[in-house]
């Protein structure tokens, strides 16, 4: 069993939050978790550069001159790549550099990365988040409050236009719902903020996982 600390939005401690730690898979997977966050960076590459190749270039691909006896270098055809106007050696070519990563190993790294969160103290719930206009500045003292100056990950129940646009000028500050959390936004965050709504959604989900 873990606690996790509750606190309003003027970064006073109200309450604790208990979890089951085989909630979130009772250990944090490391190697897992590194396959993940590898599996989205690798997801996130478009593999659409292109080169042109000695085949892609224009020019005869007649010999020069002959091998020997005209005192020059010795020559192939004129789209060799040590010449100017030739094609590249290793020209690149577009590839997929997708991984494959199936949806009950996601959930599994997202436990692992949540459970990890929790055990470094670095997850805090937050009750009473809420804008009622967007207003960056509001927003900026809360995480002053709460004494968040790193990197952090907001989890949100649902999407709130309010908040969202509170938050979006703050630098290293991302907001998400909890549906759509996943293990590369949560292990390449300093702090994690998460509504007091957002966390009954997710603990409810991976109790019925």
């Not at 996601?106 to 009473?128: E, M, N, T, Y």
């Not at 300093?190 to 959604?201: F, G, I, R, Y």
């Amino acid at each position: 069993m873990v606690e996790v600390p509750i606190y309003n939005t003027s970064g006073q401690k109200v309450d604790t939050w208990k979890v089951e730690e085989s909630l979130l898979g009772g250990r944090v997977n490391v190697a897992l978790l590194k396959q993940a966050i590898v599996s989205y960076h690798a997801n996130r590459r478009q593999g659409t550069v292109r080169t042109k190749s000695r085949a892609d270039v224009e020019g005869s691909t007649r010999k020069l001159y002959k091998q020997k006896g005209t005192g020059n270098a010795r020559r192939g055809n004129i789209r060799t790549n040590v010449m100017r106007g030739g094609g590249m050696a290793f020209a690149k070519r577009p590839r997929d550099f997708r991984q494959a990563f199936p949806r009950k190993m996601r959930r599994a790294a997202l436990q692992s990365a949540l459970l990890a969160k929790i055990l470094g103290g670095d997850l805090l719930v937050v009750q009473g988040l809420s804008a009622d206009a967007p207003k960056t500045k509001v927003m900026a003292q809360v995480l002053r409050n709460l004494q968040i100056n790193r990197s952090c990950l907001l989890a949100l129940a649902d999407r709130d236009r309010n908040v969202y646009l509170s938050a979006r000028n703050i630098p290293d500050l991302t907001v998400r719902i909890a549906q759509e959390l996943n293990a590369f936004d949560v292990a390449t965050r300093q702090k994690m903020l998460v509504t007091d709504e957002a966390m009954k959604l997710l603990l409810n989900r991976e109790a019925s996982a």
